[in-house]
T-cell receptor, first 120, second 109 residues
């Protein structure tokens, strides 16, 4: 089992509230990611980090922000929640891949159990 | 056009059947390829990586055709526990993954 944790698992909150979704991993992975997934739809990368003090926006535009002050911790914050933010948020981490002259080796991403967010 | 396309299914098969899933990707510069499994309301988990030479893990066989930009997954002797959504995943850049919408498999007794 992967040692990556997310809290809360479920959150129902009113419009306009500030929320922080927590993600932590004990595997010492440098790379961490946040994905958003609606029911029956594909995962979309919204943020990622290469390591401490590194954060990048993903492929899907998101009003959320992230921080990476410690290797093991990658929280996601919504300053003012809206109903359009209702979704499942999945955190993941991976080790550094390797690259050779002719290839890039990509390592498995381990996912946390997710946070189901409902904004009323 | 989506970067990774899969038939969403569902594929309904009896126990013991052989079933094949296909996936196409649009970015010819893609480097790494994977199949992930996602159970209902759970997180995705890596099923297997896909190599150019093809690879097998027990009842599961994955194939990659770079020329056609096509990936396949074959499941032999299906079990009830194989019921899940199978996600085709492609790495289009270092350490970033693009997920397909997934193909749902339902194995019945």
């Amino acid at each position: 089992e992967a040692d990556i944790y997310q809290t809360p698992r479920y959150l129902v909150i009113g419009t306009g509230k500030k929320i922080t979704l927590e993600c932590s991993q004990t595997m010492g992975h440098d790379k961490m990611y946040w994905y958003q997934q609606d029911p029956g739809m594909e995962l979309h990368l919204i943020h990622y980090s290469y390591g401490v003090n590194s954060t990048e926006k993903g492929d899907l535009s998101s009003e959320s922000t992230v921080s990476r002050i410690r290797t093991e911790h990658f929280p996601l914050t919504l300053e003012s929640a809206r109903p359009s933010h209702t979704s499942q948020y999945l955190c993941a981490s991976s080790e550094v891949g390797t690259s050779g002259t002719y290839y890039v080796s990509y390592n498995e991403q381990f996912f946390g159990p997710g946070t189901r967010l409902t904004v009323l | 056009r989506k970067e990774v396309e899969q038939d969403p299914g569902p594929f309904n098969v009896p126990e013991g059947a052989t079933v094949a899933f296909n996936c196409t990707y649009s970015n010819s510069a893609s480097q790494s390829f994977f199949w992930y499994r996602q159970d209902c309301r759970k997180e995705p988990k890596l099923l297997m990586s896909v190599y150019s030479s093809g690879n097998e893990d027990g009842r599961f066989t994955a194939q990659l055709n770079r020329a056609s930009q096509y990936i396949s997954l074959l499941i032999r002797d299906s079990k009830l526990s194989d019921s899940a959504t199978y996600l085709c995943v492609v790495s289009t850049g270092f350490q970033k993954l693009v997920f397909g919408t997934g193909t749902r498999l339902l194995v019945s007794p």
